[in-house]
Nanobody
């Protein structure tokens, strides 16, 4: 399973971005999909996760970020709005299949004032 993340970039505070993650390869039964991020000097943290009918978000992004998936395109998205300086990080997409974690290469998001 391979993941290709895209959509990162430089955006002003208050702006929006949509990240995409295309999943390819031996996709049989993905049970969970999520977005994580890692800011400079910090540990990687969960941003948003969806599994079946369950969706959850980090408290810091609730109401601003939305995770979604297109099963036909095998693509997941992270719509980010009202971006803040503290959202600056490298964002990684993740899927879980048969208890195995797969990661994308990361896409960088920089929020400027």
């Amino acid at each position: 399973v391979q993941l290709q993340a895209s959509g990162g970039g430089l955006v002003q505070a208050g702006g929006s971005l949509r990240l995409s993650c295309e999943v390819s390869g031996r996709v049989i039964s993905i049970c969970g999909m999520g977005w994580y991020r890692q800011a400079p000097g910090k540990q990687r943290e969960l941003v948003a996760f969806t599994s079946g009918s369950v969706t959850d978000y980090a408290d810091s992004v609730k109401g601003r970020f939305t995770i979604s998936r297109d099963n036909i395109k095998n693509t997941m998205y992270l719509q980010m709005s009202s971006l803040k300086l503290e959202d600056t990080a490298i964002y990684y997409c993740n899927v879980v299949q048969f208890l195995q974690n797969y990661w994308g290469q990361g896409t960088e998001v920089t929020v400027s004032s």
